[in-house]
């Protein structure tokens, strides 16, 4: 049997990178897979990719009308949800000298707001139990230049996990942070303007990692679906670090 048959899981910023690799192992696993992005042209992409086990939706998870949208979709068509994959996020570097209210909005909004009424609004529909897995960061444990914003925000997912890991117990529901290291993805290259410059990034983040190597987004497919399921039934408040062992020497 597979690990997640029959369950339901949904996947905010699951068309790309890391949430689309998840995406692509839950279905493996047996799983029904509501994801959904803001960029319709990459909605369409991935829902060829996954085929009839998964809905690809259009929304935004800093807008509650998109979210509530969602809901009422997961609710009309499977009515109960299992795990759900807080993974939608960005990634934008600003010294504390350049750093402006609109950066700093714009980060939070997305990676440290978005989550918790993603969470609210689903709450009502993991009727049985289940779990919920928050996509954090090895940067919420290290000091970076020009991530005052960002490591902020991963830094308040972990603060969420152990919250709720209280709040929820009672319902049946563990929560846990996935922290990835630096993943070889598209947000990567969002970080550099020209291919010498990722060069450069990649040379410089690879003198961290003791691994010596970047990180693939399905390795970090194979974490969540540990944390989603119960191979990991006696976890809940914790941080799984899938980082090289950047964040731990």
Do not use: C
């Not at 692509?24 to 992409?45: D, I, M, T, Y």
């Amino acid at each position: 049997m597979s690990t997640l048959s029959g369950k339901v899981a949904v996947i905010s910023g699951g068309t790309s990178g890391i949430g689309l690799a998840i995406a692509q192992r839950f279905v493996a696993e047996g799983a029904h897979v509501f994801l959904f992005g803001r960029r319709q042209s990459e909605v369409n992409q991935a829902a060829e990719l996954l085929g009839p086990n998964a809905t690809a939706l259009q929304a935004d998870v800093t807008k509650f009308a998109d979210i509530d949208q969602v809901a009422a979709t997961i609710r009309a068509k499977k009515g109960v949800i299992d795990i759900i994959v807080s993974n939608a996020g960005l990634t934008e570097e600003a010294s504390i000298e350049t750093l402006t209210p609109a950066h700093f909005d714009k980060t939070f909004n997305l990676n440290a707001r978005a989550p918790v009424f993603l969470v609210q609004k689903l709450l009502p529909l993991m009727t049985r139990g289940g779990s919920i897995v928050l996509v954090s960061s090895a940067m919420h444990l290290k000091g970076f230049p020009g991530h005052t914003a960002y490591a902020a925000t991963k830094a308040a997912l972990r603060s969420y996990a152990r919250t709720w890991a209280a709040e929820f117990k009672d319902r049946g529901i563990r929560v846990n942070t996935l922290s990835p290291g630096v993943i070889d993805t598209p947000i990567l290259d969002s970080q550099a303007p020209t291919p010498e410059a990722r060069e450069a990034l990649v040379n410089m983040y690879l003198g961290m990692i003791p691994l010596g190597r970047l990180g693939r987004a399905e390795e970090m497919a194979n974490a969540a679906l540990f944390l989603a399921s119960d191979q990991s039934s006696y976890m809940t408040g914790s941080d799984l670090m899938g980082d090289g062992g950047a964040g731990q020497v």
